[in-house]
């Protein structure tokens, strides 16, 4: 072949419209490997699974992590409403947003369903203080989350179909995820903003009642608009990718509604998403074992504001400063013996603005000495030049040991009067072993919200999201999430 | 590492604000190859470019080309309005659409201008009858004229920076196109979908004046919004992939105007666009000769409403059929010599819908024969099934032979008299060698056009987009491209 390319010839012009039979051999002339026998039918085996799954399935532990998860995202979303992101965000939609139908959380303005879901999706990742699923990383709830809540306040469901689909959505981006992981993230991929379209799509796929043909079709049309890049990290794209994924995945269950076609078969077909997008394909992961267990059931969530290598010294410090009423005065020094990674990557020894104090073990040290937390205030310029958290973090010092595993800390205080405390963590609080008690969530929570919403309406709003399988309509948790009106 | 993932420790915790300085160290700490000397300033070179190229500087040839790619894509966006995939796609938005600022072409609806730009770019894919880059097999005008046009409706232009604007973003989507191909399409990607958002979000952004940095954070953006897989293909979400795209990047250049930040090497960087995305980079195909070799002068328009290994025998069936005002009852036979790929890929031998007609040589050339055309009429149940060309059909036969290229084709008409025609194409019409004259292109759109919009209208937008750099205002050509109210 001359100047032309092969591939051109091979373009088969063929119409939008689904392929007769036959047609299928003219677009696959190509010889191409048949996938593997575990390859076959991913995406009908999830699509029946989404279709046919039921509230009253879900185990009892599962329901209770799912309450948890959308607490959290809660808390997030409305503690990250106020940023620049969010303004600008808001400031760039306003102009062609449809009508009014869905709450941006914590705040006054309204928009149409799928801007609604993108914004909330931005504001819940903007602090990175999101729930986690460990094994992928991905932020399931950003996505999942904004995108059935949006549907929710225009198409009125039940508390249960709510957290039902919001189980599910989760459920599907950590399985997708966990097939791909960790070469699709290696690669650059930004994993919660390419798995979460799916995850938002089957939740709201979910809520619209699809048929099993349609789910299909959701996820296909999710699977086209995979969104980030890591490449983003420490831009405000990188908040922008769950908001993205959120509204991807609704307009797919909404294109999907109405019977717009795709294939049955894009997660797992030999040019469909898994092949594309990553080097490796566990499909197992995916299809085995729905409905018997639940990556759902193994989100955390992050009781501290900053990177997961600086947890379990800040777990021990608060822990030492609560048990021993600790005040700042009486330290004479304090050492943290811990693995490599956390002098790598958090060994700014004098923060000068709030985001530099998440990269300095010392300010992280001292903050949770001296206020006994470690969330978003005590990242603000203000904590990082409070003097006495200064003077403070003047007084701890970190020898790295690769004995110690990064999941590790240990920490040693040493006293004026000359007492010397210890504290080893194993695994912080956060971890899947150590998860946050519901106590501790429900005060982040009320943390993020504090100033932003009234003190009464955050205690109503920890409570509807704590009943919401018992609600009638569960868009009152996003009506309990804005400023009143007054 | 026990059960925890190395990759979870590296999560920084970074808030979604422009990282301070030093921040890049912890966030790289991971030790990554730097990119080579090429990979430098690639997003900064293009977004400089794009934010200083003038209409003034475009070569006579560059603005015709730009003319033709607009007046080809008018067409295809009215010729596909009516389509289901439009219609059901309409049906899913109209609910949550912004205010009418934008026209549907072909149609009375108008949508706000993101979603009308993801209408308007879906309905101009749906014949497989757009523009094509044939370097990189990208339908270039699909996500960039719609996404500009939507925006003129809102914000007037003139019509020279609405034509730089067009040239600019399908130099952008080709250039980056030609970095990857063919790498990225082979693994699976819809290059259309992929590339067109850095090219919708360059021509808005053109529009929106943006300034470089501003410019550098929407390429950024569109970067995070890849679209399409050719698994779809065959599905309504083929002709969803450019339209996704055109709104993808209008919403990245948006943002980028509110100051939404994003990386200012997205394209270039380790784990940017092109390393996450393709196996190759070649980065001298985008900064090279800019403004002085234009990608966008080598656009092509399909003649014919079927893949292109069948439009030499179209060409050469058309041109003796006119030659010799050949009617179907005078052939005897006809015989194709052609590479084996014609019938690898089209050879079916007795099409029963519209759609199979494109598979079918034997229709392809029988139907050519008959009606003198090979555009969507030409592909309906209506042609197929016609007794006439049936006919036609059964006397047609194929020889296939490696030593003639899938560029070329070799027909022969044996006629109920004896003669023996014969006509052989080098390069078919459509090609850049042979590309259509601007009379046929003319021809193309009003026959796109018929029974959609009035004849009278037709002419008059036909006369707009030849105009379109004398005009003052280019939102006059999607007024020209709707049905009149009465």
């Given at each position: 072949?001359?100047?032309?390319?092969?591939?051109?010839?091979?373009?088969?012009?063929?119409?939008?419209?689904?392929?007769?039979?036959?047609?299928?051999?003219?677009?696959?002339?190509?010889?191409?490997?048949?996938?593997?026998?575990?390859?076959?039918?991913?995406?009908?085996?999830?699509?029946?699974?989404?279709?046919?799954?039921?509230?009253?399935?879900?185990?009892?532990?599962?329901?209770?992590?799912?309450?948890?998860?959308?607490?959290?995202?809660?808390?997030?979303?409305?503690?990250g409403s106020q940023h620049d992101t969010i303004t600008?965000?808001?400031?760039?939609?306003?102009?062609?947003?449809g009508p009014p139908q869905a709450s941006l959380l914590g705040r006054r303005e309204r928009f149409d369903i799928m801007n609604a879901a993108f914004v909330n999706g931005v504001a819940s990742h903007i602090f990175d203080y999101d729930d986690t699923h460990l094994k992928t990383i991905i932020h399931p709830a950003g996505p999942v989350v904004p995108a059935i809540l949006a549907l929710a306040e225009y198409h009125p469901v039940s508390g249960q179909d709510f957290l039902n689909a919001l189980v599910l959505g989760v459920e599907t981006a950590c399985r997708i995820g966990n097939a791909v992981y960790p070469n699709h993230y290696d690669a650059g991929w930004h994993i919660t903003g390419t798995a979460g379209p799916f995850g938002a799509a089957a939740a709201a796929g979910k809520l619209l009642g699809l048929s099993e043909q349609q789910m299909r079709w959701a996820l296909g049309l999710a699977a086209s608009q995979p969104v980030g890049?890591?490449?983003?990290?420490?831009?405000?794209?990188?908040?922008?990718?769950?908001?993205?994924?959120?509204?991807?995945?609704?307009?797919?269950?909404?294109?999907a509604a109405r019977n717009f076609t795709s294939s049955d078969s894009m997660i797992e077909a030999r040019r469909g998403w898994a092949n594309t997008i990553s080097t490796k394909q566990d499909y197992r992961e995916i299809t085995e074992g729905l409905g018997q267990r639940y990556e759902a059931a193994l989100n955390t969530y992050k009781p501290f504001a900053c990177g997961i290598v600086t947890h379990p010294a800040i777990d021990a410090a608060i822990q030492l400063r609560n048990q021993y009423a600790l005040t700042p005065d009486q330290i004479a020094s304090v050492q943290l013996r811990a693995n490599p990674l956390v002098l790598e990557l958090t060994g700014k020894k004098s923060p000068q603005i709030g985001l530099e104090g998440k990269f300095s073990i010392y300010h992280v040290i001292a903050i949770a000495l001296v206020e006994g937390a470690a969330g978003p205030k005590q990242f603000s310029d203000r904590a990082v030049r409070d003097p006495q958290v200064v003077a403070l973090r003047n007084r701890v010092?970190?020898?790295?040991?690769?004995?110690?595993?990064?999941?590790?800390?240990?920490?040693?205080?040493?006293?004026?009067?000359?007492?010397?405390?210890?504290?080893?963590?194993?695994?912080?609080?956060?971890?899947?072993?150590?998860?946050?008690?519901?106590?501790?969530?429900?005060?982040?929570v009320e943390d993020l919200c504090e100033g932003i919403l009234p003190d009464a309406r955050v205690r109503h709003l920890v409570e509807t999201c704590w009943q919401v399988s018992r609600l009638d309509n569960a868009a009152l948790i996003a009506q309990d999430a804005v400023p009143p009106l007054t």
């Open positions: 072949m001359t100047q032309y390319d092969r591939r051109l010839f091979l373009k088969t012009g063929a119409a939008a419209v689904t392929a007769p039979a036959g047609f299928a051999l003219a677009r696959n002339a190509v010889a191409d490997p048949l996938p593997s026998s575990e390859a076959r039918d991913v995406t009908r085996t999830l699509a029946h699974y989404l279709v046919t799954a039921r509230f009253e399935d879900l185990p009892e532990k599962v329901r209770h992590e799912g309450v948890r998860t959308l607490l959290n995202w809660v808390g997030v979303a409305v503690g600008d965000a808001v400031a760039a939609i306003a102009p062609f947003s890049l890591r490449e983003s990290f420490g831009s405000m794209t990188k908040s922008f990718n769950p908001g993205r994924a959120a509204s991807n995945g609704l307009f797919a269950a909404l294109l010092s970190v020898q790295t040991d690769a004995k110690i595993l990064p999941e590790q800390g240990d920490l040693t205080i040493t006293l004026r009067d000359g007492r010397i405390l210890h504290k080893f963590i194993a695994h912080a609080v956060g971890s899947v072993e150590v998860p946050m008690s519901d106590a501790q969530l429900e005060r982040k």
